[in-house]
């Protein structure tokens, strides 16, 4: 690895290249049918095989949408807390051998879709991932919704998500490189969200946009190991210092709306009556 005279960017070939999840996804998908015992609306991969730099040592985040039983919503009501405080309404399952690790989170459909309604990039992500373990008739519906779902409040998802990974990185102290690069991922998908009306992980395709100098190297050095780092990380953090005030700008010229239309919400009320109805079972 050469040092280059690019501004103090580490200089490095991409000869190495994200790993291929799909030789994992029988494993997946029957890890998904094993610990997510409800009708599924979808299951597809996230974390950094959709960001675009997944080591080989990595582990997988499955991230899917469910369908509770309706006699259990209704129940519900009368348990202190209600609807919120109804198990599995957000299930969590971890399997760490054998390695790679599996992380599932799952979403019932109410809880996923009062998500989307609220601006959350991360929810709108996993719907229209194209890393696809598990689909339905309901996901495919679900999707094209999806252009309808993208408003100005993308920014606060976004501008929180990059604060916090920016807080992280610089507590640790320890110079990763994933650090860094979820840096650049989330500002980037966050800027290109709120200028094009259009969700893109993907940080490599990203870049084919944005032109950036330090993203494409620091994949390579990703997918080389997930504890990869820097002993001179200043070029790099210099350069995401520059995005955030992209991405505040990027907010204040939006030509999004600021809120979901009221159309969308009553199809979307009506497309949840319907997948209850059909996959929850009880409803007349």
């Known amino acids: 690895m050469d040092d280059a005279d690019r501004d103090g960017f580490?200089?490095?070939a991409a000869t190495l290249k994200p790993r291929d999840w799909s030789v994992d996804r029988p494993r997946l998908a029957a890890f998904v049918m094993e610990h997510l015992p409800y009708p599924r609306v979808f299951a597809t991969i996230s974390g950094a095989d959709l960001y675009g730099f997944p080591s080989d040592d990595g582990d997988y985040d499955v991230r899917a949408s469910h369908v509770l039983p309706t006699d259990t919503l209704i129940l519900a009501m009368l348990n202190e807390g209600g609807m919120d405080?109804?198990?599995?309404?957000?299930?969590?399952?971890t399997v760490s051998r054998?390695?790679?690790e599996i992380d599932l989170v799952s979403h019932d459909i109410g809880k996923f879709l009062r998500l989307a309604l609220k601006g959350n990039g991360y929810v709108l992500e996993q719907l229209l991932s194209p890393l696809v373990v598990e689909t339905s008739e309901w996901h495919a519906e679900l999707k094209t919704f999806a252009s309808d779902l993208?408003?100005?409040?993308?920014?606060h998802h976004y501008r929180g998500f990059f604060t916090h990974q920016e807080k992280?990185?610089?507590n640790v102290g320890s110079k990763k490189v994933k650090g860094l690069l979820y840096q650049y991922r989330v500002a980037l998908?966050?800027?290109?969200?709120l200028e094009t009306g259009v969700i893109e992980a993907n940080v490599l395709r990203l870049n084919e946009h944005f032109r950036l100098?330090?993203?494409?190297?620091?994949v390579s050095m990703k997918v080389g190991g997930e504890d990869m780092f820097l002993t001179d990380d200043g070029p790099y953090v210099a350069e995401i210092a520059t995005l955030e005030p992209r991405?505040?700008?990027a907010f204040e010229n939006s030509r999004l709306p600021l809120e979901v239309a009221r159309e969308t919400r009553r199809a979307l009320g009506d497309f949840l009556l319907r997948c209850r109805k059909a996959l929850g079972g009880f409803m007349q």
């Open 10 to 12: 580490v200089g490095m």
């Open 98 to 100: 054998p390695e790679p």
């Open 189 to 193: 998908t966050g800027i290109y969200a």
């Open 150 to 155: 993208m408003t100005r409040r993308l920014y």
């Open 168 to 170: 992280i990185y610089h």
């Open 247 to 249: 991405l505040n700008s």
């Open 213 to 218: 100098s330090g993203i494409d190297e620091l």
């Open 85 to 93: 405080r109804i198990p599995d309404l957000t299930l969590e399952r």
